[in-house]
């Protein structure tokens, strides 16, 4: 995750990690199967680059696309913006949930929120035919 993402792990307990990102508020990640990786942005709007980061953490936790989920992040964060809904996409071998806030529970402070996690269902062996 640090390789890919250039976050700087900040603290661990249990299966959970921290990060320090510079273009996220907040980036951790919990790594009970299925594990999974939160992006958060205090920011209603975020700058391109926490998109970029979003992308980054899809391809080290999932081996997606950085590209592509960069782009999912951000569509599925305005389709958010319109509905005021959560809403879910999958980018290759990465699925995401992105949504806005405000929020109730513990990631109250932040407006901006992308779940990402790796995509079930999908097999390593290609099958011809």
């Known amino acids: 995750m640090i390789h890919d993402t250039g976050a700087s792990l900040a603290g661990r307990a249990g299966p959970y990690a921290v990060f320090r990102a510079e273009d996220a508020e907040r980036m951790s990640l919990d790594c009970r199967a299925p594990a999974r ?13 926490y998109f ?10 999932a081996g997606a696309d950085p590209a592509a989920a960069e782009v999912l992040a951000l569509k599925l964060h305005q ?17 995401m949930l992105c949504e806005i806030g405000p929020r109730t529970d513990g990631l109250r402070e932040d407006l901006t ?15 011809a035919g």
Do not use: F, K, Y
């Open 37 to 49: 990786i939160t992006v958060a942005s205090r920011d209603r709007e975020p700058s391109q680059a």
């Open 52 to 61: 970029i980061l979003v992308g980054r953490a899809a391809q080290a936790l």
């Open 79 to 95: 389709a958010s913006l319109l509905a005021n809904a959560p809403r879910r996409g999958s980018s290759g071998r990465a699925s």
């Open 113 to 127: 929120v992308c779940r990402v996690a790796p995509r079930t269902g999908l097999s390593r062996i290609r099958r």
